[in-house]
Structures are given as C-alpha cells and as structure tokens.
C-alpha cells in the first residue's frame, strides 16, 4: 500500500444539509471502503478543524429543526446585510460583502447547532505524497493557510469542481457567492495540483476561466471529470415513509421538481406552465421539492398564495433520502427547467428510479440525459405546456448508468493520475 488518500467532507460534516453537493460527499464517503480494498489503497474521510485533519466513520444526523433555525439565522444576516448595504457608503459596501464575513457566520452557525464533537485520538497528518481531495463546498472553507502547510510537505490536493455558475451567470446568484467562488479560485490557484469536474462541459469551463484570468500557462492535463452516480446511499424502506408524504402523489398525474429553490433553477417558468394547464381545468399536480435558497422571497409568496396550493401545488423541504425515493417511484415525470446546471444530479436519480425527465434544452442536460429525457425550449412555454398536456415522456426502462462506487472509483483513479 501506497500513499493514503484524504477526502476532505468539513462543510458537509458541519452543516447539517443534505442538498447536492452534500449528497455526493456521503455518497462518495460511504463507497470509498469498498474502493479502498480493490485499488489497494487507503482512503480517509476527514473533517478541518484548526487547521487540522481528523478522520471520522460517520456523518452526523441531520436536524430538521437546527436545520429550520439555520436558515431563519440566515434570513436575518441577509436583511441585515441588504439595510447596510442602503445605508452605508460605497467604501463600506465592500466589506459587507466580503467573502470572509459570510463564511465565518456560517462556520459559526454550523458550530453552534450541528458539529458533532470529533474525536481528537483521530488527530491525522498527511505525509510527502499523499493524497488531499477537495470533494466538498470547497469555496465555503477557504483555509489557505492549511493549504499551504500542506504544500509544503509535498502533499498532492485535487479539488473536485461542481461547477462555476456564480463566475459565468452572476445575474442569478448573489454578490457574496459570485465574490466568493472568485476570491477562492483565485487565493487556492498555487496550490492546487488537480481539477476534477463533474462533468465534461465543467471541465472545460473551469479551464477557460482559469487559464483566461488566472494563471495563463497552466496545462490542461491538470484538468478531467468524472461523472456522479446514480443510486442514493439509504437503502429503500417504503414503509419509513409517512402516509402524509405518500398522500401528495395520489394523483397519478403528478409532476416534481427536486431541486435547491434559487433563480437559476427557473421554478417560475415551470408554475407558468402549470398555471395555463390548471385555468384549463386540467388535473396535474406539481410538487417543489428542495431547501429554500436565495432571492426566492417573491417566488415563494406566490407560491404560498397560489389559490391551488395545498391542492394541486406543494412545496416540500427538509425531504430524507427515503421520502425522495417514494417521490421519484410515483411520480409521473421530474420537470428540470434550470437555466444552467454543472450536472443535474435529479436527472440521474430520476432515471434510475425509473422515473422519466423533461428538462430544458441546455447543453449539460444533453450531455448527461441525452437521448434519454425529452427536451423544452426554454423561450417558449407552450413547448412545455404540450409535453406536460399530451402526457408526453420517454421510456426509461432499460436505462444504465454508472453507481456510486463506479463513480466514486473513477474519482479516486484520475486523482492518482492528474
């Protein structure tokens, strides 16, 4: 046995969410075992603290309520933050929108209600050749000083890469999060030995901007990409689902959306849609299923106010793995109407549930569903109006893709060889 291999998990460790990108960390964190012993190799899951490494067997148990108090902490620094912003002069603006302001309350909010206390007797250090992988929010535990430490004893870091949309449309993000991505490409650029993208069209965004604006001689041999698994990591038990969760799909014509509920996601375009089937009389029910993101406040009073919510219109968030399966088994079909994707995570697990896609026509949905879901035309909502009306969808019976512990193998191989 060789160097070891490090995956870094700390935000996902310490944030209490279970949205994509935490998704992918468990999933890649509960195969890596199995991995492990075919490539003969040791791999560690392992969690910041300090500016140290320890390693840890198991993520701790998400808080449906510490989760709801996150976000209502959140929603005050953001009001708070948008007053300043009104009030303060233009030289102040800067500060408030600093990337280190933001990410210190959040770090300190996860601390307070979800870190679970790790075993310091799990106190690794990473030796001359080693492995560090990045699989985590990378840009939201900016640590360079451990980076650099790391650096310096000739350990090789790879960062996987879930995409760069903040960089490449700003106009659906907020200031902080563009500021943010930034800030880290550019502070994390000298000591990053690797990008690893979660999809081809990642990778090749992620060299253009790097090597355009950051460092123009670098070498796109340090650039590949993997592709996600399909299956999440609980095991199915129908009858952990609740009867109330069960009751919003008894109409057989009904519709989901999964999905964080941000801008670039385009729900509005989706109730759009469903708004001209529902002034028809049609029986459709569509379900919003995803933690409530940024600059939704108008989006989720209409939908509150809708006079079919509750009805024929609802919005789950919090939804477990469990309930998230039941949704992809008994829905008619997942709507992904995004503006712009790294992957499309809902894609894939909707079809290996079996479960058909209609997604907007953009090129990352063609990379990942190909000829497999079909396609609307984001400038023209009667093209999804006529999907959703005429029942429409492709089969998904014999679709195959690769598991998590493919994926999670190609991960680890291209790491070792970027």
Not at 15 to 34: D, E, H, W
Not at 77 to 97: E, V
Not at 311 to 333: G, M, P, R, T, W
Request: charged content about 25%; hydrophobic content about 40%.
């Amino acid at each position: 046995m060789s160097h070891k291999i490090y995956l870094d998990c700390t935000h996902t460790y310490n944030s209490g969410l279970n949205t994509g990108i935490q998704r992918v960390v468990k999933n890649i964190v509960k195969n890596a075992p199995q991995v492990a012993k075919e490539l003969d190799a040791e791999i560690i899951p392992v969690v910041s603290v300090s500016n140290k490494y320890y390693s840890f067997y198991d993520f701790p148990k998400i808080n449906k309520k510490n989760n709801y108090i996150k976000q209502f902490l959140k929603k005050i620094y953001t009001n708070t933050r948008t007053f300043l912003d009104l009030i303060l002069p233009l030289k102040f603006k800067k500060i408030l929108y600093h990337p280190s302001i933001g990410i210190f309350l959040s770090k300190s909010i996860d601390k307070m209600l979800f870190s679970k206390k790790i075993d310091l007797t799990k106190l690794v250090t990473l030796q001359s050749e080693d492995i560090l992988i990045l699989i985590d929010s990378t840009w939201l535990n900016n640590n360079y000083k451990q980076l650099n430490n790391l650096k310096k004893k000739n350990v090789k870091i790879v960062v996987l890469i879930y995409d760069i949309i903040p960089i490449i449309y700003p106009k659906y993000f907020t200031i902080d999060l563009i500021i943010s991505q930034k800030d880290w490409f550019q502070k994390a650029v000298k000591y990053i030995d690797g990008y690893i993208a979660i999809s081809n069209t990642v990778k090749n965004e992620v060299y253009v901007y790097i090597k355009n604006n950051l460092l123009p001689d670098i070498q796109k041999q340090k650039f590949d990409y993997f592709y996600l698994g399909a299956n999440l990591s609980t095991k199915y038990e129908e009858n952990d689902v609740a009867q109330t969760f069960k009751n919003y799909f008894k109409n057989e014509n009904t519709y989901v959306t999964v999905s964080t509920i941000e801008p670039r996601k385009n729900h509005a375009f989706v109730l759009d849609a469903f708004d001209v089937l529902w002034s028809n009389n049609e029986n459709f029910t569509y379900i919003i299923i995803g933690r409530i993101g940024w600059d939704t406040e108008e989006l989720i009073k209409r939908i509150k106010s809708h006079k079919e919510y509750g009805k024929k219109l609802f919005l789950l968030d919090n939804v477990e793995d469990n309930e998230l399966i039941y949704a992809y088994k008994n829905a008619k079909a997942l709507i992904f109407a995004s503006f712009a994707e790294g992957f499309g995570l809902p894609i894939i697990e909707s079809l290996f549930y079996k479960l058909p896609v209609i997604a907007s026509d953009i090129p990352i949905h063609k990379e990942i569903g190909d000829d497999k879901i079909l396609y609307f035309d984001l400038s023209d909502i009667g093209s999804l109006v006529s999907i959703i009306k005429t029942q429409n969808t492709k089969s998904v019976e014999n679709f195959a893709w690769q598991d998590w512990h493919q994926s999670t193998k190609d991960l680890i191989l291209k790491s070792r060889k970027i």
